[in-house]
T-cell receptor
Framework: DVKVTQSSRYLVKRTGEKVFLECVQD?????MFWYRQDPGLGLRLIYF???????EKGDIPEGYSVSREKKERFSLILESASTNQTSMYLC????????????????FGPGTRLTVL | DQQVKQNSPSLSVQEGRISILNCDYT??????FLWYKKYPAEGPTFLIS?????DKNEDGRFTVFLNKSAKHLSLHIVPSQPGDSAVYFC?????????????FGKGTKLSVIP
């Protein structure tokens, strides 16, 4: 079974703090993703990475950065947390497909509920 | 521009009846579609998928139908059970070079009433 773990289930931070969210997957997946989920807005992609040290902006990268130093670990960084970054953060990973057809199924971690006061 | 739309934010169904969740998409390049199920305070879990070369895929109580001409897919759950109560997300992707992303709809909250 694919296992994606996130460092915290619940986190409370203050405005202006630097926040690190960690994600680890144990299935040797090439691709890793960070989303946020907000009521009525669904899942929105913040950043993704398709290889070590590679990163691509998603739909809402502003106010975030990422780091992927090892294949199994993908970190999301809030440089200076703000109240509008209060959200559920979800990490996911997927396998690079073969035969010209991506295996696009993404496997999600349990999520981190971040509250910024 | 929302490329994947789930127009019903919520749906209530009696236990034992059929649940039908709908999803529309606008990008004709999408060729792979997935449904995820999400309980509160948990991450989404993969449920079922379908590629554009098929029009139906079945897995136990779950069947996904794809109508490419209408750019519409639906998830049927038969029979519905109280444990199916969750938010269901439709997602789509295309197998273009460098494409790794899934585009998600906003979700439909299904409530199965005992």
């Amino acid at each position: 079974d694919v296992k994606v773990t996130q460092s915290s289930r619940y986190l409370v931070k203050r405005t202006g703090e630097k926040v690190f969210l960690e994600c680890v997957q144990d299935m040797d997946h090439e691709n890793m993703f960070w989303y946020r989920q907000d009521p009525g807005l669904g899942l929105r992609l913040i950043y993704f990475s398709y290889d070590v040290k590679m990163k691509e902006k998603g739909d809402i990268p502003e106010g975030y950065s990422v780091s992927r130093e090892k294949k199994e670990r993908f970190s999301l960084i809030l440089e200076s947390a703000s109240t509008n970054q209060t959200s559920m953060y979800l990490c996911a990973s997927s396998l690079e497909g073969t035969s010209g057809y991506f295996t696009d199924t993404q496997y999600f971690g349990p999520g981190t509920r971040l509250t910024v006061l | 521009d929302q490329q994947v739309k789930q127009n019903s934010p919520s749906l209530s169904v009696q236990e034992g009846r059929i649940s039908i969740l709908n999803c529309d998409y606008t990008n004709s390049m999408f060729d792979y579609f997935l449904w995820y199920k999400k309980y509160p305070a948990e991450g989404p879990t993969f449920l079922i998928s379908i590629s554009s070369i098929k029009d139906k895929n079945e897995d136990g109580r779950f069947t996904v139908f794809l109508n490419k001409s209408a750019k519409h897919l639906s998830l049927h759950i038969v029979p519905s059970q109280p444990g199916d109560s969750a938010v269901y997300f439709c997602a789509a992707s295309y197998s273009g070079a460098g494409s790794y992303q899934l585009t998600f709809g906003k979700g439909t909250k299904l409530s199965v009433i005992p």
